[in-house]
């Protein structure tokens, strides 16, 4: 574990999610890490986001009219991805897979992205990087299962890593047959 210094809670959890993205081998563009930053720092002190259901506020979100609407739709995919990135065994506790956040804050990042190129459409397709930054944060490993699942569900590359750690082979998806 390194020593934190910084001197201001923004440059401390800068630090933070920069030790998260070393530990995942990743580098993040600078507005994705900005906003992993702000949003880390806007949840830290609601511990009450992991009774939420999300699936509800995302329809409800839905009806709204549009200004209304994109904002909730950010706190849906907000509240998805620190879920699914600093509680993913809350997920198991509650007979959930991590997909379900992964998909559901997806969807509310790409409901109100304009286009692929902007925040909200980075949020969306890069949805189970910035989960692997905010998991690498605690810096305790994923156990065999959850890592396969994790990988073998949402792609997560971190994992990947951790499942190749304990089986030292690579792992292949099953196959669904489409007949």
Known sequence: MNLLTSTTSVCLWQDVIKGAENRCSITLQEDLEQYLVALVMRYINQPDVVKKIFATAFLEALQ???RERSVSLQHVGDQCLIFAGLFPR??????????????LGRSAYG???????????????????????????????????????????????RAMAILKQYVNVVPFKKMVSRS
């Open 64 to 66: 709204l009219r549009e």
């Open 90 to 103: 809350a997920a198991e506790k509650r007979h959930v897979k991590i997909g379900y956040f992964v998909d």
């Open 111 to 157: 409901a109100i992205s304009k286009s692929t190129d902007d925040l909200y459409g980075s949020l969306a397709l890069k949805f189970v990087v910035l989960m692997d930054v905010l998991q690498s944060i605690q810096e305790t490993e994923l156990m065999p299962f959850e890592a396969y699942e994790q990988w073998s569900e949402v792609g997560s590359e």
